[in-house]
């Protein structure tokens, strides 16, 4: 369990907040320069973040519904459901109804899809590689288990 952290006390005067002591602004300049470098890789290859999201989810997976992929990208279904048009539309994913349940919108990739997977998926690791040079696998685990409980703890 983690203690709650306390304010020193400064004898009635507000205490100076310190934003780089705080762990969502680093959070945030990680995912915003993250973004940005994704942003500038993928535009040759014709992608955008949201397609990359897709594609990524999709990555060594056989078919998932909108609403799984909504949830793994983070988006919301009705713009889950534009983004994966539009790449239908792109001959990157199939989309085809579920047999099980006929509101259900199955999609797959496309063999343009899968190399576009790729070759953003090479992209992705050379940024990968860039962030996280300094770091042991066993920093990045922890991160990521760090990470992965505090998301849990925001969930619910």
């Keep these: ?84 048009k539009r790449m239908q539309a792109d001959n990157l994913v199939d989309c085809r109804q579920s047999a099980a349940d006929g509101r259900v919108t199955e999609v797959t990739l496309t063999p343009v899809g899968v190399i576009a997977g790729r070759q953003a998926w090479d992209a992705a690791n050379r940024i990968y590689a860039r962030a996280f040079e300094d770091l042991s696998k066993k920093d990045v685990a922890t991160l990521n288990k760090l990470l992965r409980t505090i998301t849990r703890s925001l969930a619910g």
Aim: charged residues 25%.
């Design 1 to 84: 369990m983690v203690e709650e952290v306390q304010e020193p006390e400064t004898g009635g005067a507000a205490t100076p907040f310190n934003m780089e002591e705080w762990p969502f602004y680093w959070l945030t300049r990680f995912t915003g320069r993250y973004l940005l470098q994704m942003e500038l890789a993928l535009k040759p290859l014709g992608l955008d973040i949201p397609r990359w999201r897709v594609l990524m989810t999709l990555r060594n997976r056989d078919t998932l519904s909108v609403s799984e992929i909504a949830d793994h990208a983070i988006v919301k279904l009705p713009t889950m459901t534009k983004i994966v």
